[in-house]
Nanobody
Framework: QGQLVESGGGLVQPGGSLRLSCSTR??????IGWFRQPPGQEREFVAV????????DYADSVKGRFTVSRSNVQNAAWLQMNSLRPEDTAVYYC???????????????????WGQGTQVTVSS
């Protein structure tokens, strides 16, 4: 099993875009989820993509603005974030799970491996 490593965070103005990357070497048979933890709040689900990219799921707060994708050839997953808002400010994590069932993939307790996180700050 490998190690998940996020990159691509930074400071962006409201309405801007960022693309987060997650190295997924060793996790080809895992679904990859994205979570975030805003300042002073608990970690929350953002998006998930299944191991064969057959299905995706998004939190209502990001639906239509964020897109999750992956390539098992490139050993990477991405979270494209558009139309960013100040409330998107958070530490973003990628994580891996093998749990079956879409509802379970929204819950962090079913994720066995986590990256170290990358900071995203949306501010003017």
């Amino acid at each position: 099993q490998g190690q998940l490593v996020e990159s691509g965070g930074g400071l962006v103005q409201p309405g801007g875009s960022l693309r987060l990357s997650c190295s997924t070497r060793g996790f080809i048979n895992y679904h990859i989820g994205w979570f975030r933890q805003p300042p002073g709040q608990e970690r929350e689900f953002v998006a998930v993509i299944t191991r064969n990219s057959g299905a995706t799921d998004y939190a209502d707060s990001v639906k239509g603005r964020f897109t999750v994708s992956r390539s098992n050839v490139q050993n990477a997953a991405w979270l494209q974030m558009n139309s960013l808002r100040p409330e998107d400010t958070a530490v973003y994590y990628c994580a891996a799970t093998t749990v079956v069932g879409g509802g379970y993939r929204r819950s962090e307790q079913y994720y066995s491996s986590w990256g170290q996180g990358t900071q995203v700050t949306v501010s003017s």
